[in-house]
């Protein structure tokens, strides 16, 4: 039996999903903030895709109005960037119903624990599974409003509801019909799986010098950014988020496992500047002429403070990475959100039991 799917972003990965979830027969219908986004795809009727998904994908509407989108949908899937999730959850609690599904693709870092938050502070009791995944499953970019080009997908995106507890009312709404996302143990796992936190920030801080020369030359943000240097301190990164992993009882790859996994670059005793180098998926992609980027604006208040505020949950020391924080923060100042810290999020009168607690159910 097919679902009703409301899809909260009419950006590259909204409108991919929105298509394909139609092509597999599910009922689907669109937001987006843009009205000249919205009008565009229901002058068509839908959305096209091209090469690793292919077919037209007819969909019930796209709109601006929120209350219009969740009427009646059965799950509710937010692609958009993490600095957008607290504006959108709140105009989103308002409309959510008992047995509604909701699924943060992705969450960048504690995603779920961040709009669990707004439903606390707007006192939202409405019996839902909110869920999260590690990543975005696809590799695509809109051609133009309704038309996109699918570079590929992934095989596997881990994918955990927060409580645990309805991992299985989760996996079941949405695994079923896109089986690539894998339910793992809880919503820690996918956020502390969120690679990005190690591979944007410290390259791009790193090579401040580089990007505010005057003149400017350009250069590739990983072939040439992740020197042999920089590479060795995003690892004492990530040895760090294993490590905080590792206490809350359970494993994840190294970066340098993961590069080997996802794009066959090497082996894992190469260093990961060695390994950046070797992936040609990397190649002809450009550092940021400014510091004032997602990689930085987004990805050190959603990604790596998170971290940082689950690491202090479980009193783990954090040292490299803080000092990527402390460096963005000052260099940034203002411009920089709050963002996840465990004071935006409700956790930091937690302990280790007290927080898996929570996030168990």
Do not use: W
């Amino acid at each position: 039996m097919s679902k009703t799917f409301a899809i909260i972003g009419g950006g590259n990965g909204g409108q991919t999903m929105a298509a394909q979830l139609s092509i597999l027969g599910q009922n689907v219908r669109l937001y987006d903030v843009v009205q000249k986004t919205v009008d565009e795809i229901n002058a068509i009727g839908g959305i096209r895709v091209h090469h690793a998904v292919e077919g037209f994908g007819k969909l019930e509407f796209a709109t601006t109005d929120m209350g219009k989108v969740m009427d009646g949908a059965d799950v509710v899937v937010v692609i958009l960037p993490s600095i957008y999730h607290k504006s959108i959850t709140e105009k989103m609690v308002p409309h959510l119903k008992d047995g509604m599904v909701v699924l943060l693709h992705p969450e960048s870092s504690a995603g779920a624990i961040a709009f669990r938050k707004v439903m606390q502070d707007m006192n939202c009791t409405a019996d839902v599974v909110v869920g999260a995944a590690s990543t975005l499953l696809y590799s695509t970019r809109i051609n133009q409003n309704g038309d996109v080009y699918v570079f590929g997908l992934k095989s596997d995106v881990p994918m955990a509801a927060l409580p645990a507890k309805d991992n299985d009312r989760l996996e079941q709404a949405i695994s079923t019909i896109i089986p690539a996302f894998r339910i793992v143990k809880n919503t820690l796992y996918t956020s502390l799986g969120n690679l990005n936190a190690m591979m944007h920030p410290a390259p791009m801080l790193l090579n401040t010098g580089r990007i505010e020369a005057d003149p400017f030359i350009p250069f590739e943000y990983y072939h040439e950014g992740v020197t042999p240097s920089i590479g060795k301190y995003v690892e004492a990164m990530d040895a760090e988020r294993i490590a905080v992993a590792k206490e809350l009882g359970f494993s994840l790859r190294d970066v340098r496992s993961d590069y080997v996994a996802m794009y066959n670059c090497g082996t894992p005793d190469m260093t990961l500047s060695e390994l950046v180098k070797n992936n040609e998926g990397y190649t002809g992609i450009m550092c940021s002429n400014t510091l004032s980027t997602r990689y930085l604006l987004e990805d050190i208040p959603y990604s790596l403070e998170p971290i940082r505020a689950i690491a202090r949950c479980v009193g783990m020391p954090t040292p490299c990475i803080d000092a990527i924080i402390t460096l963005a923060r000052t260099i940034l100042g203002e411009q920089m959100d709050e963002g996840r810290t465990a004071e935006a999020l409700g956790i930091a009168h937690m302990d280790k039991e007290a927080l898996l607690a929570f996030i168990e159910g």
